[in-house]
């Protein structure tokens, strides 16, 4: 079973997060789910350049990557994916959606009202229970 490192970040700006939707995938337990964005680590990149990197492509915003929050790991039918996720700042909320179909910057008490990936929930249980 084919294993992908992956970044995201949870991106805040003022007191709220951002939160954005995928679209269609052949994978419909992936198909239209919320998550927190980033992606693939490319070979030979740190995760917070490939952090920085991916959402300037997917959201052509410049953040500042900080702390680590958690490193997750989860099995999907078809993959499995370590996850690691860093706390990022913008200077902004206006976003380019490039890749993903809708966004919203979400009060932390509030991200239990999405749909989200499963690999996300830990976080997101993580940061509810926590003073972000």
Do not use: Q
């Not at 997060?17 to 919320?34: A, E, M, N, Q, T």
């Amino acid at each position: 079973m084919k294993n992908v490192e992956i970044v995201a970040g949870v991106i805040k700006y003022e007191s709220k997060i951002l939160c954005v939707r995928r679209g269609y995938s052949d994978l419909p337990y992936i198909s239209f789910k919320w998550e927190f964005p980033g992606g693939k680590i490319e070979p030979k990149e740190s995760p917070s350049d490939a952090l920085m990197r991916e959402i300037r492509e997917e959201l052509c915003i410049h953040i500042v990557v900080g702390e680590k929050i958690m490193t997750i790991h989860h099995k999907y039918p078809d993959y499995l994916i370590t996850m690691h996720a860093f706390f990022c700042f913008s200077e902004t909320s206006a976003i380019t959606m490039i890749e993903h179909t809708d966004y919203e910057w979400c009060i932390p008490s509030r991200l239990d009202k999405f749909d989200w990936l499963e690999a996300d929930i830990p976080l997101i249980e993580k940061l509810s229970n926590s003073d972000v």
